[in-house]
């Protein structure tokens, strides 16, 4: 593609090229969100490991503001596809993976994979607001998690019959080929890209500037205040899904079908987010997707499988509901020079707790009845719902630049 110097729109190819290389590279995630930790399970029958799969899936976060800074200082699109191809390497070793002596193959790669995630959000954002207008990037969060949530649910089904009927190679393939296939779509994609800005600031100040803006800009932090709370009700329930399908008497195998029933909510949610954005507002439609998160994983606590089903459902709904909304305000919030710091910080505030919740969660496992600890993800959830709805729409950003409610978030005196 000829590189431009304007703004494209939703109905540009600059944004068409996006959206392709973002379909091909959640491709790989739907493939293999899930089947990592079933195949961990498989090989050593202990669901408490695939559980532990999860939390060694965010160890990543550690380096996290690094990422974002890196992504502050260079071509985001060139890092883009550089980041997609580490992430196929990352994932190559796993064609050699036979035996349960070979499981911590399984654990390397997933803490490579995990990195890649951290280098797409400090890109995302960026490159999202090079391309489109403020009035636009709702609608295009909404496009790009409807993608997510149609993949998440039409390929864990793939990738389960695959994997029941060949093993985890085919599936391990492809998601390797679509992470490729990503990186060229990326490389080919060309735009004037926001000039990258001087940074006068001490290295450890400029890598922590995202979260000082977190902290300084309103509603942005009370909302991410919210969402670490929400990722936390995630880390609870991970932890124990394993042991809540082994008490319903479902096989692990299930487990990516099961969970791709979220993709349902989500995918209704991705098509109504930017509507309920524009009518409630971004803090009021994060409060319905925190009290709608908590009305879905209650199921957990009982033994039906179709009230799981349902209560995924709307898991899905409530999830995607919130993290449109939250990640559209923090793109409008953020000015470019810091959309990498405060993308990969977000995603650190996420998953650092989550790396805790999960391990912990998963070890409580020979201690106490999982719906204990199903019970603590719901007390979170309940304290995340008060947080979300205290945080009111009124909170209304400075005048001045979008989302800056202090200038000095980079460390200048």
Same mark, same amino acid.
């Given at each position: 593609?000829?590189?431009?110097?304007?703004?494209?729109?939703?109905?540009?190819?600059?944004?068409?090229?996006?959206?392709?290389?973002?379909?091909?590279?959640?491709?790989?995630?739907?493939?293999?969100?899930?089947?990592?930790?079933?195949?961990?399970?498989?090989?050593?029958?202990?669901?408490?490991?695939?559980?532990?799969?999860?939390?060694?899936?965010?160890?990543?976060?550690?380096?996290?503001?690094?990422?974002?800074?890196?992504?502050?200082?260079?071509?985001?699109?060139?890092?883009?596809?550089?980041?997609?191809?580490?992430?196929?390497?990352?994932?190559?070793?796993?064609?050699?993976?036979?035996?349960?002596?070979?499981?911590?193959?399984?654990?390397?790669?997933?803490?490579?994979?995990?990195?890649?995630?951290?280098?797409?959000?400090?890109?995302?954002?960026?490159?999202?607001?090079?391309?489109?207008?403020?009035?636009?990037?709702?609608?295009?969060?909404?496009?790009?998690?409807?993608?997510?949530?149609?993949?998440?649910?039409?390929?864990?089904?793939?990738?389960?019959?695959?994997?029941?009927?060949?093993?985890?190679?085919?599936?391990?393939?492809?998601?390797?080929?679509?992470?490729?296939?990503?990186?060229?779509?990326?490389?080919?994609?060309?735009?004037?890209?926001?000039?990258?800005?001087?940074?006068?600031?001490?290295?450890?100040?400029?890598?922590?500037?995202?979260?000082?803006?977190?902290?300084?800009? %309103?509603?942005?932090?009370?909302?991410?205040?919210?969402?670490?709370?929400?990722?936390?009700?995630?880390?609870?329930?991970?932890?124990?899904?394993?042991?809540?399908?082994?008490?319903?008497?479902?096989?692990?195998?299930?487990?990516?079908?099961?969970?791709?029933?979220?993709?349902?909510?989500?995918?209704?949610?991705?098509?109504?987010?930017?509507?309920?954005?524009?009518?409630?507002?971004?803090? %009021?439609?994060?409060?319905?997707?925190?009290?709608?998160?908590?009305?879905?994983?209650?199921?957990?606590?009982?033994?039906?499988?179709?009230?799981?089903?349902?209560?995924?459902?709307?898991?899905?709904?409530?999830?995607?509901?919130?993290?449109?909304?939250?990640?559209?305000?923090?793109?409008?919030?953020?000015?470019?020079?810091?959309?990498?710091?405060?993308?990969?910080?977000?995603?650190?505030?996420?998953?650092?707790?989550?790396?805790?919740?999960?391990?912990?969660?998963?070890?409580?496992?020979?201690?106490?009845?999982?719906?204990?600890?199903?019970?603590?993800?719901?007390?979170?959830?309940?304290?995340?719902?008060?947080?979300?709805?205290?945080?009111?729409?009124?909170?209304?950003?400075?005048?001045?630049?979008?989302?800056?409610?202090?200038?000095?978030?980079?460390?200048?005196?």
């Amino acid at each position: 593609m000829s590189e431009t110097t304007t703004r494209g729109g939703l109905r540009s190819g600059l944004f068409a090229w996006l959206v392709a290389g973002w379909t091909l590279a959640n491709v790989a995630d739907s493939l293999l969100g899930v089947l990592l930790a079933v195949w961990v399970v498989d090989l050593t029958g202990d669901a408490a490991l695939g559980g532990l799969l999860f939390a060694v899936f965010g160890i990543p976060a550690l380096f996290a503001p690094l990422l974002g800074r890196l992504a502050d200082r260079v071509s985001r699109r060139r890092m883009l596809w550089v980041t997609y191809i580490v992430g196929a390497a990352a994932l190559a070793p796993l064609v050699m993976v036979r035996d349960a002596s070979q499981v911590w193959w399984i654990f390397a790669a997933t803490i490579l994979y995990g990195a890649v995630g951290y280098g797409t959000a400090g890109c995302r954002g960026g490159i999202l607001r090079d391309l489109l207008d403020d009035d636009d990037l709702g609608p295009a969060n909404a496009i790009l998690q409807t993608i997510d949530q149609v993949l998440r649910l039409a390929l864990p089904f793939v990738a389960a019959g695959v994997y029941i009927w060949t093993g985890p190679l085919p599936v391990v393939l492809a998601a390797i080929g679509t992470f490729l296939a990503a990186a060229v779509v990326f490389a080919s994609l060309r735009f004037a890209e926001a000039p990258v800005e001087d940074d006068a600031d001490p290295f450890w100040v400029s890598v922590t500037a995202g979260f000082r803006h977190l902290r300084v800009t %309103r509603p942005l932090n009370r909302m991410t205040v919210v969402l670490v709370m929400l990722s936390s009700t995630a880390a609870f329930t991970s932890a124990v899904g394993f042991a809540v399908l082994e008490r319903m008497g479902v096989e692990p195998a299930w487990m990516g079908p099961i969970e791709a029933l979220s993709g349902i909510g989500g995918l209704i949610a991705g098509v109504t987010a930017a509507a309920a954005m524009r009518r409630f507002g971004r803090p %009021r439609a994060l409060t319905i997707g925190t009290v709608l998160l908590a009305l879905g994983v209650a199921p957990m606590l009982a033994d039906s499988v179709w009230l799981l089903a349902a209560g995924l459902a709307v898991v899905g709904f409530g999830v995607t509901t919130s993290v449109i909304a939250y990640v559209t305000e923090s793109h409008v919030a953020t000015p470019s020079r810091l959309q990498g710091r405060v993308g990969t910080s977000v995603n650190m505030l996420m998953q650092l707790p989550a790396v805790v919740i999960t391990a912990a969660g998963a070890a409580a496992l020979g201690l106490v009845d999982a719906r204990w600890i199903v019970a603590c993800g719901l007390a979170m959830c309940a304290v995340a719902a008060v947080v979300a709805w205290r945080t009111h729409a009124a909170q209304a950003r400075p005048a001045g630049e979008p989302g800056m409610a202090a200038p000095d978030v980079g460390g200048r005196g």
